[in-house]
């Protein structure tokens, strides 16, 4: 489990935990989760966001896989999607790709992490961690050589992803989608608050695009 800033970095990293746990598992073990759940994470306050009055938290981008909450924004999910909510989901994709991005160079670029790695659970979480700070040491040395085709790219225009190189080997195990059903009313509402904005005063002018 990681979180990823803007940059492509890694700012957290959990390594270690039983694959036969569900993900959902994993993530309510990690500090992290413990750290939101107790408000100490020092998330900035509310703010407005551009040409909105109203003060929206400060969220983690995620997938399917993590519980919705006030501070994680995860896409809609129900089998039929109103022509706002797969605005939102699209808009929200469209960030999340550079987690996805994140995940692929890194894994592309230390290819241990595509196989087992037959070493002590001990020794198999120090070389993880170790490919993830090497991953932000080089992301800040060497960007150009680093990144050379590692990024998805998207012809905005016509609604076309060109995907990165990474794309076309063996990439890392998808997580499982979330089955919590136990979002707080104001969780919801933080979402719908969102969705709001990407088709009003947020929207861009390629958006509709999506819906062809």
Not at 22 to 50: C, H, M, Q, W, Y
Not at 51 to 66: H, I, S, T
Not at 182 to 196: P, V
Request: net charge positive; glycine share 6%; charged share 20%.
């Amino acid at each position: 489990m990681a979180v990823v800033n803007a940059n492509y970095e890694f700012l957290m990293v959990d390594v270690g935990k039983n694959g036969r746990a569900s993900d959902g598992g994993v993530f309510r073990e990690t500090k992290f989760f413990s750290k939101l759940a107790a408000n100490t994470l020092k998330i900035p306050s509310p703010e407005a966001l551009p040409g909105c009055g109203e003060r929206m938290p400060f969220v983690f981008v995620a997938d399917d896989a993590f519980p919705l909450s006030e501070n994680i924004l995860k896409p809609f999910s129900h089998n039929t999607l109103k022509t706002e909510e797969i605005i939102f989901n699209y808009r929200l994709s469209r960030a999340r790709r550079i987690v996805e991005n994140a995940f692929g160079i890194l894994a592309s670029r230390f290819r241990i992490l595509l196989q087992t790695i037959n070493m002590s659970p001990e020794k198999t979480t120090t070389i993880v961690l170790a490919c993830c700070y090497l991953h932000n040491f080089l992301r800040k040395q060497n960007e150009r050589t680093y990144f050379e085709g590692g990024l998805d790219t998207e012809q905005v225009e016509m609604g076309i992803i060109e995907y990165a190189d990474w794309h076309s080997g063996p990439n890392l195990q998808n997580l499982q989608a979330s089955t919590s059903r136990n979002a707080s009313r104001n969780a919801k509402q933080i979402r719908e608050n969102f969705c709001t904005y990407f088709n009003t005063t947020g929207s861009v002018p390629w958006q509709n695009n999506v819906l062809r």
